[in-house]
């Protein structure tokens, strides 16, 4: 069997440069900016090849164009690829309703894989919304859809919320 040769070349800006904002925006005003083009978003966006990101109070939608390169040996989506989009969504939608110097992180994700992802499945979407918001935990839930609104994966998330250092 003859082997195809592959290969993936990509760019990431310094993660730095996004933690410079840190104390100074919102969880919202960051993620927007990062919407807007005027702060680069995170390195795992360009690792995973996340597309449009949006965000709203408790809310946040990304996109995803299934990829080769996401691809487990059984000729679908990575269920850690499908994760890693479920995770972000929920997170930062934790993430829009904090203030300016709080932060978070996840403390579990529960994830549901429903359908498999394959290149033919096309564009996915990923939405995370907060279900509940405490002092010192959020409750988010995301959910992955096909471009019909058919459901493909499921997650909720715990996360800590806490006053971020200096």
């Not at 279900?131 to 996360?159: F, I, P, Q, V």
């Amino acid at each position: 069997m003859e082997e195809i040769s592959r290969s993936r070349t990509y760019t990431w800006s310094d993660p730095a440069s996004v933690a410079a904002h840190l104390g100074r925006l919102s969880g919202l005003e960051m993620l927007r900016a990062m919407s807007a083009g005027e702060l680069p978003a995170p390195p795992i966006f360009s690792t995973i090849g996340f597309g449009d990101l949006e965000a709203k109070d408790g809310w946040v939608g990304l996109d995803l164009d299934p990829r080769e390169f996401h691809y487990n040996p059984l000729g679908s989506v990575h269920g850690g690829v499908i994760s890693t989009l479920l995770d972000t969504a929920a997170a930062c939608a934790v993430h829009t309703t904090l203030p300016a110097g709080v932060g978070y992180t996840s403390l579990d994700l529960n994830v549901k894989f429903v359908r498999p992802v394959t290149i033919a499945t096309g564009r996915v979407r990923c939405e995370g919304t907060v279900l509940n918001r405490g002092r010192r935990t959020a409750l988010a839930e995301s959910r992955l859809t096909d471009g019909a609104g058919k459901l493909l994966a499921h997650a909720t998330s715990s996360c800590l919320i806490f006053d971020m250092p200096g």
